[in-house]
């Protein structure tokens, strides 16, 4: 993708340019659309790390912010196989954060797995993961519960398995 820039290449959310268009920015993706955006509601997330750099204009749907390696916050909600999260480390030193994962017993093998997952993060900076559903004890996709944080500074969302295909739809 590409946006309006301060600098020759964007290095962080900072560098996207938004005074150069009556405070919003203008982007083109990589499926070929380009937009006007206005900041307030389509924010810029940035992240990098080892794996690389992340732009994304408004694609990560649950950012959760660490205060510290066990205080989140966030929006608790619900949401759906293969959505987004961001762990964004505010806490002014470097952490590891704390998540748990509840309602299923096996890791489904892509996605967010925190007994595995390196969740060190950075000073100041963010790491993005997919959400899935863990599967039960009969190799069945089950509702999976993420829990970022620990003790009252929690952030909740819960993963709902996708839908089975309807009968009465054509599969391919």
């Known amino acids: 993708m590409f946006a309006d820039a301060s600098y020759n290449v964007l290095r962080d959310k900072n560098d996207v340019d938004m005074k ?13 659309h380009a937009a006007y955006i206005l900041p307030n509601e389509t924010p810029v997330t940035y992240a990098e790390g080892e ?28 949401a759906q196989d293969g959505d987004t999260v961001m762990l964004i480390n505010d806490a ?5 954060a704390k998540v748990t994962v509840t309602d299923g017993l096996t890791y489904p093998g892509k996605g967010l797995n925190p007994t595995t997952t390196d969740l060190k993060v950075g000073k100041g900076m963010s790491k993005g993961f ?7 004890g009969n190799g069945t996709e089950a509702s999976t519960t993420y829990t970022f944080g ?4 929690t952030v909740t969302i819960t ?14």
């Not at 150069?20 to 070929?32: E, L, T, W």
């Not at 993963?159 to 391919?172: E, I, N, T």
């Open 20 to 32: 150069r268009h009556g405070n919003g920015y203008v982007a083109g993706f990589v499926d070929g």
């Open 51 to 78: 794996q690389g750099i992340l732009y994304s204009f408004g694609a990560v749907q649950f950012p959760v912010t660490y205060s510290a390696a066990a205080a989140a916050t966030g929006k608790s909600t619900p």
């Open 150 to 153: 620990d003790g009252s500074n």
């Open 92 to 96: 002014g030193q470097d952490i590891t």
């Open 130 to 136: 997919l959400l899935y559903c863990w599967t039960d």
């Open 159 to 172: 993963v709902a398995p996708p839908k089975p295909p309807s009968q009465d739809q054509p599969q391919p």
